[in-house]
């Protein structure tokens, strides 16, 4: 039987099913990697917007990810949304011998900034350094960077930044920003940049991209691919999934999983 990777994914669940801990369980699926959850939230969400948040206890986060961790054995971990600052200690304190791709979802499409300063703070202290790869999006990267990201040599920048706070990988996703094409940045702590240059689809249906992204990444990655080909197959498979999006809901829909 071929390898199976086993991939931990501590993060929110979206009803809808186009974001969080949905998406990452289809995208993990899609690359027959083996998808285990630890949920940090539930949220009533749709294509139109979120209704409602409840963040579930910490000693229920805390013991799902024991309860994978003791018996699963996971090959790389997975982190989107996180709010608690103890789920964020107790990440960073018992973790930190797997290989993570941390997604820090801080910013949402908007704009609006969806967490605290302290948990940004923890975030940037605690889980950073103990990540493998990095993927915030522009106005994220702004954020933990503390400088405007205006082009493509600003993302270049602010990634050697990023590097500096101890993490091995950084990917700056440029989806926000004003150009005609997409161009997401990779600094490595080997010195090395690349660009990922992409047509900007025009569509709505983009709910869950980052998410999505991530999830894929950290999947092809477990499956042995390089960190470079991870990223190209995933960008590959996210701009197919909004190319082919089912048009569900009156508001901003989902990709197509597979």
């Known amino acids: 039987m071929s390898f199976i990777p086993k991939v931990l994914i501590i993060a929110g669940s979206d009803s809808g099913g186009g974001a ?9 699926s899609y690359f027959k990697g083996y998808a285990m959850t630890a949920v940090t939230a539930i949220t009533a969400q749709n294509t139109v917007g979120v209704q409602s948040i409840y963040p579930l206890p910490k000693q229920i986060v805390i ?32 973790l930190s011998n797997y290989k993570i791709v941390l997604d820090p979802v801080m910013v ?16 940037k202290n605690n889980l950073i350094s103990k990540s493998f790869l990095i993927t915030p999006n522009i106005y994220e990267a702004e954020i933990l960077s503390e400088m405007k990201i205006n082009n493509v040599e600003d993302q270049i920048e602010c990634g050697i930044k990023l590097l500096k706070l101890g993490c091995k990988n950084v990917l700056i996703k440029g989806g926000h920003g004003n150009s005609n094409n997409i161009n997401d940045v990779l600094i490595t702590s080997d010195g090395d ?14 709910h869950g991209t980052g998410c999505s992204l991530a999830s894929a990444i950290a999947t092809n990655i477990a499956l042995g691919n390089n960190i470079k080909e991870s990223i190209k ?22 990709i197509r999983h597979f």
């Open 193 to 206: 940049e690349h660009i990922f240059e992409s047509n900007k689809i025009k569509s709505t249906n983009t």
């Open 63 to 94: 013991d799902q990810i024991n309860s994978i961790n003791n018996d699963l054995a996971p090959d790389i971990i997975k982190i989107g949304m996180l709010a608690d600052l103890e789920i964020i200690k107790y990440i960073s304190m018992n």
């Open 233 to 254: 197959l995933s960008i590959d498979y996210v701009q197919s999934g909004i190319k082919n999006a089912p048009d569900f809901g009156s508001g901003n829909g989902p």
């Open 20 to 28: 969080g801990i949905q998406a990452d369980i289809k995208t993990t």
């Open 108 to 123: 949402a499409t908007s704009g609006d900034v969806l967490v605290s300063d302290e948990v940004i703070t923890s975030i």
